[in-house]
């Protein structure tokens, strides 16, 4: 591959995106709608499948996520201060993402690799850094009675994820089929 390669770097996204997503929105339906009252989206709600996602895509290797909140909370069209709240209540429990510091309007924050994970990556190390748990969606989603559980962290359940998945955790490059740098091959697999 050379400086001309117009493949991007791959980032397998797991079950923490939708499992965030699912407990956020479980947990703000049930608020809302005690006694009998309509469910209302509000202009202030948290989109942690968006913000896990944008988080996902800042991965370089196993290194933390630095994340500049005011450029994000703007690219993301959100007050720095909502961005905050977000990652807060993100990191509760550290379920998905830990965060190690804030300072200067910088947070470095560890995702959990089954939100996001980047290509060429082991998932393990990066798991038992934080002892992240599981995430597992519940049959029928957000109408399930219980929408998300998490398995606590295990090195054998992690192990076995690995295993099962490790192509998409050994893959580096997403393959670009206009990309013609790589590799003469890649005409034969467009």
């Known amino acids: 591959m050379n400086s001309t390669c117009t493949c991007r770097e791959s980032t397998s996204y797991g079950p923490g995106i939708l499992a965030a997503q699912y407990l956020y929105w479980s947990s703000i339906r049930a608020e809302r709608t005690s006694g ?60 998905f993402l830990h965060q190690e510091g804030f300072a200067d309007g910088v947070m470095r924050l560890w995702l959990n690799p089954a ?13 038992a850094r934080y002892r992240f748990p599981y995430p597992v969606l519940g049959q029928g989603g957000l109408s399930a009675p219980e929408p998300v559980r998490f398995l606590e962290y295990s090195a054998a359940l992690w192990e076995e994820l690995y295993t099962s998945k490790q192509q998409l955790f050994d893959t580096r490059r997403v393959p670009d089929p206009a990309c013609r740098s790589c590799s003469p091959t890649r005409l034969h697999l467009v």
Not at 55 to 74: F, K, M, Y
Not at 79 to 95: F, I, N, Q, T, Y
Not at 118 to 127: E, K, M, V
């Open 115 to 127: 939100v996001a994970c980047d290509g060429g990556t082991d998932p393990r190390p990066l798991a």
């Open 36 to 95: 009998d009252r309509r469910f209302r989206a509000r202009h202030s709600d948290f989109e942690p499948g968006i913000t896990l996602g944008y988080l996902g895509g800042l991965l370089d290797g196993d290194a933390p996520v630095r994340v500049d909140v005011a450029a994000v909370a703007d690219d993301l069209g959100r007050k720095p201060e909502h961005l905050v709240a977000e990652l807060g209540w993100l990191a509760d429990s550290d379920r």
